[in-house]
C-alpha cells in the first residue's frame, strides 16, 4: 500500500496540516508510505509507477482532483485497487462511493478492505471517477484555479459571480444515438456519481456501477437567467427547468467547432475542435468502500 498525498487539496490547507493528519492516521491504526504530489498532473505519475512496482493497493489522500489523477495512474499502468481519504473541499467522490467523510472512519474503511467495482467515464484518452462539468460549469472551474489570493469554495464562489456575466454560450452537437440535440449550450454536466461541486445534484438518479453515465444539458440561456439555473442546480431541481434535458448513455458524441471550457473531477481542462467522446467503462475501477454498502 502506498498513499498519495497532495498537499494543495483543500485550498492548500492539506499540506499545512499534514502533520497532524499524519498522527491522527497513526492513532487509528493506517500506517502507510507516503508520496507528496508536487504539482498538477504528478499524482497520475505517481500512482502508475506504484502499480508497476507491484503496489496493489493506492490510496488518495485529497479532494476528487486527486482521486481523478490517482485513477488515471491506476488506468494506465493496468490496474490496482483505489482507497480513499477524503481530504478535499468538494469531496463528491466520497459521496458517491458513500464513504465516510471522517478521518478516522475513512482510514478504518481502508483497513477493512470492503471493495466495489464501479464503472469510470472515458472522455477522450482520459478517465474520470465521478463528473465533467462543460460549459458555464467548467469556465467557472477554470477561471476560480486562476485565482491566487484566495483558494477553495471562496474562490469558487468569486469566480463563479464573474463568470455568470461574461460567459458566451457554444454552438455544439450532441448525440447519442437516440437523443440528438444541435444549438447553444450553457451547461452540460456528465455524471458517474449524483453530485459536484460539493453538493450540487445535478444528476440525481445516476448509480456509479449500473453500466451507464448520466447527463443533464442546459440549451442556451441569456445571463438573467443562469443565476436560476445555479439555483436549480443548488436544489436538484436542474433537469426540470425549461431548455434542460436528462440523457442516459453508454455514448455521447460532441461535436464544437470553438474550444470549451471544462473540468475533470475538478481539474481544469478544455474540449478542442473537432470535439469528444465520452463513453462508460463499466466496473473499470476496484475501490475501498465502507462494510454493508
Known amino acids: 500500500m502506498i498513499t498519495i498525498v497532495n498537499p494543495a487539496a483543500a485550498g492548500g490547507r492539506l499540506g499545512k496540516q499534514w502533520p497532524r493528519v499524519h498522527r491522527r492516521l497513526g492513532r487509528a491504526g493506517f500506517a502507510s508510505p507516503v508520496a507528496f504530489t508536487q504539482a498538477p498532473g504528478h499524482a497520475t505519475g505517481i500512482a502508475a509507477d506504484a502499480v508497476r512496482r507491484g503496489e496493489t493497493l493506492v490510496v488518495a489522500a485529497g479532494g476528487d482532483g486527486t482521486i481523478c489523477e490517482v485513477v488515471q495512474g491506476l488506468h494506465d499502468a493496468g490496474g490496482a485497487t483505489l482507497g480513499i481519504?477524503?481530504?478535499g473541499t468538494g469531496n463528491d467522490a466520497a459521496r458517491t462511493l458513500g464513504l465516510p467523510l471522517g478521518l478516522e472512519a475513512a482510514?478504518?474503511?481502508?483497513?477493512?478492505g470492503h471493495t466495489r467495482a464501479v464503472d469510470l467515464i472515458l472522455a477522450g484518452d482520459r478517465v474520470v471517477l465521478n463528473a465533467i462539468g462543460i460549459g458555464l460549469l467548467g469556465a467557472i472551474n477554470v477561471n476560480a484555479a486562476s485565482i491566487k489570493l484566495v483558494r477553495g469554495i471562496v474562490a469558487y464562489l468569486g469566480a463563479a459571480a464573474g463568470t455568470l456575466f461574461r460567459y458566451r454560450c457554444p454552438e455544439i452537437r450532441l448525440t447519442d444515438g437516440t437523443f440528438s440535440y444541435r444549438?447553444?449550450?450553457?451547461?452540460l454536466a456528465i455524471h458517474n456519481g449524483v453530485t459536484t461541486g460539493?453538493?450540487?445534484p445535478l444528476t440525481p438518479a445516476a448509480v456509479p456501477d449500473d453500466g451507464a453515465?448520466?447527463?443533464c444539458l442546459v440549451e442556451g440561456t441569456a445571463v438573467p437567467a443562469r443565476l436560476g439555473r445555479l439555483v436549480a442546480a443548488v436544489r436538484g431541481t436542474l433537469a426540470q427547468r425549461p431548455g434542460s434535458h436528462e440523457l442516459r448513455f453508454t455514448r455521447l458524441e460532441l461535436e464544437t467547432a470553438v474550444p470549451i471550457p471544462c473540468h475533470l473531477d475538478g481539474n481544469p481542462s478544455s474540449i478542442?475542435?473537432?470535439g469528444m467522446t465520452f463513453s462508460v467503462l463499466p466496473?473499470?475501477?476496484i475501490v475501498i468502500i465502507p462494510?454493508?454498502?
Open 198 to 200: 460539493g453538493g450540487f
Open 272 to 274: 478542442e475542435p473537432p
Open 213 to 215: 453515465l448520466d447527463a
Open 107 to 112: 482510514a478504518r474503511t481502508i483497513l477493512d
Open 283 to 285: 466496473h473499470a475501477q
Open 183 to 187: 444549438g447553444a449550450m450553457t451547461i
Open 85 to 87: 481519504l477524503p481530504l
Open 291 to 293: 462494510s454493508g454498502r
